[in-house]
């Protein structure tokens, strides 16, 4: 384990120290091999612990998930299965960061939606006690979307400099896009200036999901259940021993799309990146 002093900026500790009203406050990031927070693991951990009196002591240790590193999640943190061949599980780290965050608040970046569950799915997994209870919890995204609205009122204000007084009227709300849109080409000269640039640009990451329902994810360019109970499967071993759940699928009441995946995967036919 790292406890090394980190390289937090003055006006930064000071402001954190502050906070810490008579308990350290423990700042975390999870690195993990997807976005699952039921069935996927974690690859790294990292935890800033600040005390009351201005100690500040760091935790930074990779760990092996047992599983495969999906190629889409090591495409954006860069983490591969031979970067953590020989790290411990995290069974074997799991008293020690225990131990880290004791006595602590918890602070991070979206951290209640998903860092503490997938968190405290491993600690359940390797029968590690981890008690919440008396922990408070800061969620620095939270915050940020609180302050810093994303909808349809702020964007005009920040690209059109007006309010936009007529909000959900349609015919409204068409304008002030098309003023939002110009504003963003305005303010942004990086923006493509085409819609073939536009519409990649704005499209969302590729290697998610599979669907627009969001019922499968690719894992290493194939198919995995992102719902049910074979969550975190892939669709062609779940095709190949329980083609029942399949038809089931094919049969109830989901999205055309999903219907249409299950169908064809029925038929030998499956999803693939490449």
């Keep these: 384990m790292s406890h090394s002093l980190p390289d937090l ?33 974690i690859v790294e951990v990292a935890v800033l612990r600040i005390h009351p009196g201005g100690e500040i002591a760091s ?76 922990r408070r919890v800061v969620d620095a995204q939270t915050i940020f979307f609180k302050k810093e609205p994303r909808d349809l009122a702020a964007a005009v204000r920040l690209f059109a400099g007006r309010e936009h007084a007529r909000a959900h009227n349609a015919l409204a709300d068409v304008v002030a896009t098309a003023e939002v849109l110009a504003g963003e080409l305005g303010r942004y000269p990086d923006l493509p200036r085409t819609m073939t640039g536009l519409h990649e640009f704005s499209s969302p990451a590729e290697g998610r999901f599979v669907d627009p329902d969001k019922r499968f994810m690719w894992r290493d360019g194939a198919a995995v259940f992102a719902f049910g109970e074979h969550r975190g499967r892939p669709l062609a071993d779940v095709a190949r021993t329980h083609p029942a759940y399949l038809e089931w699928i094919a049969r109830a009441d989901f999205p055309a799309e999903a219907k249409k995946i299950v169908t064809a995967a029925l038929s030998g036919t499956f999803p693939s990146k490449g």
Aim: overall charge negative; charged content about 30%; glycine content about 8%.
């Design 9 to 41: 900026p003055a006006a930064a500790r000071k402001a954190l120290v502050a906070l810490c009203d008579g308990r350290p406050l423990a700042i975390f990031d999870l690195e993990t091999t997807g976005t699952d927070r039921l069935s996927d693991r």
């Design 59 to 134: 935790l930074d240790k990779r760990v092996n998930p047992g599983i495969r590193i999906p190629r889409e999640a090591s495409g954006i943190h860069g983490i591969t299965d031979a970067d953590v061949e020989s790290a411990p599980t995290f069974a074997a780290i799991a008293a020690d960061l225990v131990a880290f965050l004791d006595g602590a608040d918890l602070a991070g970046y979206n951290i209640r939606g998903f860092d503490l569950p997938l968190l405290a799915k491993e600690f359940e997994r390797v029968r590690q006690p981890f008690s919440m209870e008396g």
